[in-house]
């Protein structure tokens, strides 16, 4: 996962931090409000690790300004107050989960995956991820204000994964999605389509979304470096 982390304590900052990149994941750290809210509103993340107390506005502003901008990405607000108050505030605000400190960092690892499994935002009943939309009854898909061509099979892959952001999805599971249990698929038909769906998908200029997880399967997301 892309992950943005708000806190204002340096060393908590950069203990989770390492121990997130330790699992794996890409992530920005900030120290303020107003550098939260500039990352949001220049990249896309998976997830906000959002501290509630910040030294120049309160993290329940900031993930009410971010909703206000439009930025849908899930929101887990940390805090030392743990109050009925604070949480009601905070979930009110446009958070989607809640963490107190002290934590022990195998629980905030926990509370990350279950967001990750959130399906992506859907408008009406359209799937979207960053500038990338799918949008199932009428059959189309967008990058940015560019419409995508996309052949049946192509367009069920793209959905798979779309319904599964953040998640490595299983070559095995892919193709049973696609072509059912009964037909006797190899690997590499699928790697053929995923292939296809790249050219289509992670044109030049764009970011890359879709990611080989090597003996695994592939992962829809963004990728950026720690």
């Known amino acids: 996962m892309r992950i943005l982390y708000v806190e204002d304590d340096a060393r908590m900052r950069a203990l989770v931090r390492r121990g997130l990149i330790e699992e794996g994941h890409s992530v920005l750290a900030v120290a303020d409000a107003e550098a939260a809210l500039d990352q949001v509103m220049a990249a896309p993340f998976d ?28 929101v887990l607000m940390l805090t030392a107050r743990d109050t009925q108050t604070d949480v009601v505030a905070g979930l009110d605000a446009g958070a989607d989960d809640y963490l107190t400190k002290p934590f022990a960092f195998d629980v905030l690892l926990a509370r990350l995956r279950a967001l990750s499994r959130r ?7 359209t799937l979207v991820l960053g500038d990338l939309s799918l949008d199932p009854a009428a059959h189309t898909v967008r ?4 419409p995508v061509a996309l052949t049946p099979t192509e367009f069920r892959l793209l959905e798979c994964l779309m ?15 696609l072509w059912g249990f009964e037909r006797d698929v190899e690997a590499n038909t699928l790697d053929a389509f995923i292939r296809l769906l790249r050219q289509k998908i992670d ?8 990611h080989t997880v090597r003996g695994v399967g592939y992962r829809l997301g963004s990728e950026a470096a720690p």
């Open 47 to 74: 997830v906000v690790v959002l501290d509630v107390m910040l030294p120049d506005r309160s993290g329940v502003e900031v993930v009410r300004d971010m909703r206000a901008r439009g930025r849908t990405a899930p």
């Open 119 to 125: 399906a992506p935002l859907q408008h009406g009943n």
């Open 143 to 146: 990058r940015g204000a560019v």
């Open 163 to 177: 319904r599964r952001v953040g998640r490595v999805v299983t070559r095995q599971a892919l193709i049973e999605s």
């Open 203 to 210: 044109r030049p200029g764009h970011e890359p979304l879709i």
